[in-house]
């Protein structure tokens, strides 16, 4: 599996962007496929998964209500739709992809190489 992350940008405080992550390989529609960001000098850290079927989602706390993880695997690609944009959610987002149910990016097998979303105050 080849994830191929793009939408990324700058974006004043308040705005939208959405997010792709393009899959290659036939199993891809098999993955829950997870968006993880890093922010300069910190950590990675989780923001939204989705199951293969696309009925179960999980987010972080921080983005809950503002950000909507969605996939359509017809065209193998998952969409982090980010919306009231804040300069916090700067970061390198990546997608990534696993075949087990976690959040937990060490269990994640596969990753796009993430497209920088930028957030101007």
């Known amino acids: 599996v080849q994830l191929q992350a793009s939408g990324g940008g700058l974006v004043q405080a308040g705005g939208s962007l959405r997010l792709s992550c393009a899959g290659s390989g036939r199993t891809f529609s098999t993955y829950m496929t997870g968006w993880f960001r890093q922010a300069p000098g910190k950590e990675r850290e989780f923001v939204a998964a989705?199951?293969?079927?696309?009925?179960?989602?999980l987010y972080a706390d921080s983005v809950k209500g503002r950000f909507t993880i969605s996939r359509d695997n017809a065209k193998k690609t998952v969409y982090l739709q980010m919306n009231s944009l804040k300069p916090e959610d700067t970061a390198v987002y990546y997608c990534?992809?696993?075949?087990?149910?976690?959040?937990?990016?060490?269990?994640?097998?596969?990753w796009g190489q993430g497209t920088l979303v930028t957030v101007s105050s």
């Open positions: 989705i199951t293969w079927s696309g009925i179960s989602t």
């Open positions: 990534a992809a696993t075949g087990r149910a976690t959040v937990d990016e060490y269990q994640y097998d596969y």
